[in-house]
């Protein structure tokens, strides 16, 4: 008797602590937010053009080690990968590009596309301009004293990367990236045809601009390039604010993506391109929602949160004919040395979010390839593109003026010694404050 009774309250103990498992495990795995489970499924098929990540390097030859994270990607469902390659100017005044040891050597550059296309993978080739003399400047503010010897310095550079594109299969070529003061400003629309129109010669594949999504009238800039007729896709960079919530529901979330999707269906219909987010992403942090492009702040594991955005944008996002993908922030080259609540969903629970939608509908890509063999570095460097010298000094960030309020519409550039200084995103930390392990994604 007394052993049955032994029994019995043996198997409430087990039964009570399956049911704290049950209960509580879930708020622990995901970030202390409890949602009673991560979602990971796809409620329909996603057959966007485009469905991948973008890949950063920040090394000359780190794309050389690539195969097993591309291998990854591709596993994950991915049918595309966007490749950022940085150069580099001197300031926000010089009109130089120029490469510099955290550039990707157009030999790792080509391998990786090969690889990805070994891997059934598209490509999209994505150059970055970044300033060398304050690396928290961003090149939305770049406004090069000669723009003329800007623009021919930018068009042999971008027409560099379109020979590569040409002759390795990408599909796709972005012909700039958030740079907000030169492509805005009605004075270098012409600039910019021309350069596309070079671009073309070279590259037969398709081609967009990756415009950033907004945030106040200047940082608006997808709705103000007056040249997307020129162009094959509507690019945006798409870190659209969903909410003043640091708890927000997929339906809160959805809610505000039907908001933004309106405006953005009025633009579309406008230029009759179709619509691709050449970036967007969501860290795993309290407060992602709210500031998808918020880099810098060091809030709270909130696992949740960051399955939340992508179920939302990928449901908000599945079944729109005029829509033709996104391409995330970012597919880590180093997922063990991530810092804990930095954008890559790998060995995160939104992976298994991603991964649903990404293999829902659609052909998934061959994963299981022989990979192509691992690249010995040349000790030679591939050659530089020599640019046009400014005219002119250039200019120092001592001399800089006060930061201009930005206006609807920029006006023409009037030519100066001093660089315009950069205005501050909404939200940023000062900039005399150090944020040296997110130092490469500020350099997106």
């Known amino acids: ?53 973008n890949i950063a390097a920040y090394n000359q030859d780190e794309l050389l080690q690539s195969g097993p994270i591309l291998q990854q990607l591709a596993a994950a469902g991915a049918n595309s990968v966007t490749f950022a390659v940085t150069w580099y100017t001197d300031s926000t005044a010089s009109s130089q590009i120029y490469r510099r040891s955290a550039t990707a050597s157009d030999d790792s550059l ?108 200047f940082y608006e800039e997808w709705s103000k390039i007056p040249f997307w007729d020129a162009l094959d896709y509507l690019g945006i960079s798409a870190y659209f604010q969903l909410t003043n919530s640091y708890n927000p529901s997929v339906t809160e979330l959805k809610a505000s ?44 594991i909130d696992n949740q949160e960051q399955v939340d955005c992508y179920e939302a944008l990928f449901s908000s996002w599945a079944n729109v004919a005029w829509f033709a993908g996104s391409q995330f922030w970012h597919w ?41 063999p691992t690249v010995t570095p040349s000790a030679t460097p591939p050659p530089t593109i020599t640019p046009t010298p400014t005219n002119g000094p250039v200019p120092t960030p001592d001399t800089a003026a006060p930061s201009p309020t930005p206006s609807a519409e920029p006006a023409t550039p009037v030519p100066t010694d001093a660089p315009l200084p950069a205005p501050v995103p909404p939200g940023m930390p000062p900039l005399d404050q150090t944020y040296e392990v997110y130092l490469p994604l500020m350099n997106r």
């Open 1 to 53: 008797m007394k052993l049955r009774h032994q029994r019995h309250g043996l198997q409430v103990v087990v039964y009570v602590a399956l049911l704290v498992v049950i209960t509580v495990a879930p708020f622990t795995m995901f970030g202390g937010r409890y949602t009673g489970m991560a979602t990971a499924h796809a409620a329909t098929n996603l057959n966007w053009e485009y469905k991948g990540f």
């Open 257 to 300: 993506w039907g908001n933004w999707k309106q405006k953005l269906y009025t633009f579309q219909q406008r230029w009759n391109r179709p619509m691709l987010f050449t970036e967007v992403g969501y860290r795993n942090m309290d407060g992602a929602a709210n500031s998808p492009f918020d880099w810098w702040s060091n809030n709270q």
């Open 332 to 372: 880590s080259l180093h997922p063990p040395s991530d810092p804990p609540t930095d954008y890559p969903v790998q060995n995160k629970p939104a992976y298994q979010t991603v991964k649903a939608w990404f293999t829902a509908g659609g052909q998934t890509p061959n994963t299981t390839p022989t990979l192509l």
């Open 110 to 217: 080509i391998w990786a596309i090969d690889q990805a296309r070994t891997l059934g993978l598209k490509v999209i080739i994505k150059p970055h301009i970044d300033i060398e003399s304050d690396s928290r400047s961003w090149r939305a503010n770049i406004n090069p004293t000669d723009v003329n010897a800007w623009f021919t310095n930018y068009t042999t550079w971008m027409a560099h990367f379109a020979d590569i594109a040409k002759d390795h299969g990408a599909s796709v070529l972005v012909v700039g990236s958030e740079l907000i003061t030169m492509s805005t400003n009605k004075a270098n629309e012409s600039h910019w045809r021309a350069m596309i129109a070079e671009v073309r010669k070279h590259f037969d594949g398709k081609l967009t601009y990756s415009a950033n999504w907004g945030g106040n009238d």
